[in-house]
């Protein structure tokens, strides 16, 4: 469990956000929203999506559920559907420039005070408390953007990630459609139990 202080040391360091473009930047990571010509990338060319944004090249990412998501929210960014740093998030580690996996930050429709995230680590950089910092970053960014619940989701055999939405202040509602769902109000840690 984190104490107060290993928090205050996975809080984003920087945002930065241009017209086209948000970064963040924790101690050890860097995250990246995707952009229209990103997500293209990723689609069609995967290989130059790797060296255009100077990310160590994988076989093991994207996943098959971001290959998946990737055209929809292509569609969404070119129609103005999506809200700025909604979508995926491309986290790879500051320095190595390895590619760590990514967080799919969601906003439903009908209630603009609501958030859901789902994640994906590469085995490769699972146990390294990436995904933690990431998920705390992402969320507190989306407090300060005003939004009163986040809710995340993973599957029920995905003890490990339960594990880190616990340990990330997240408490376990239930299943619903299949998914173990997680909610947090308004602030991440310190969570019931920790």
Same mark, same amino acid.
């Given at each position: 469990m984190f104490t107060e202080e290993e928090i205050a040391g996975i809080r984003t360091i920087n945002?930065?956000?241009?017209?086209?473009? =948000?970064? =963040?930047?924790?101690?050890?990571?860097?995250?990246?929203?995707?952009?229209?010509?990103?997500?293209?990338?990723?689609?069609?060319?995967?290989?130059? $999506?790797?060296?255009?944004?100077?990310?160590?090249y994988v076989t093991d990412w994207p996943t098959n559920a971001?290959?998946?998501?990737?055209? $929809?929210?292509?569609?969404?960014?070119?129609?103005?559907?999506?809200? $700025?740093?909604?979508?995926?998030?491309?986290?790879h580690t500051k320095y190595k420039k390895?590619?760590?996996?990514h967080v799919i930050v969601k906003q439903p429709e009908n209630?603009?005070?609501?958030?859901?995230?789902?994640?994906?680590?590469?085995?490769? =950089?699972?146990g390294k408390r990436y995904e933690d910092e990431a998920i705390v970053s992402i969320c507190d960014w989306l407090l300060k953007q005003g939004i009163e619940t986040i809710h995340a989701y993973c599957k029920p055999d995905e003890?490990?990630?339960?594990?880190?939405?616990?340990?990330?202040? $997240?408490?376990?509602?239930g299943q619903i459609d299949g998914l173990v769902q997680f909610r947090t109000h308004g602030q991440l840690l310190p969570a019931d139990g920790m």
């Open positions: 945002v930065h956000r241009g017209e086209e473009k =948000m970064d =963040m930047e924790t101690p050890r990571l860097n995250l990246k929203a995707v952009t229209l010509e990103m997500g293209k990338q990723l689609v069609r060319y995967p290989v130059t $999506f790797f060296y255009e944004q100077d990310i160590s971001l290959k998946a998501e990737l055209p $929809f929210y292509l569609e969404d960014i070119e129609t103005g559907q999506a809200g $700025f740093g909604y979508g995926p998030w491309v986290l390895e590619m760590v996996g209630d603009a005070l609501q958030a859901g995230l789902y994640f994906h680590i590469r085995k490769g =950089m699972a003890a490990q990630k339960q594990q880190v939405l616990t340990r990330c202040g $997240f408490q376990k509602l």
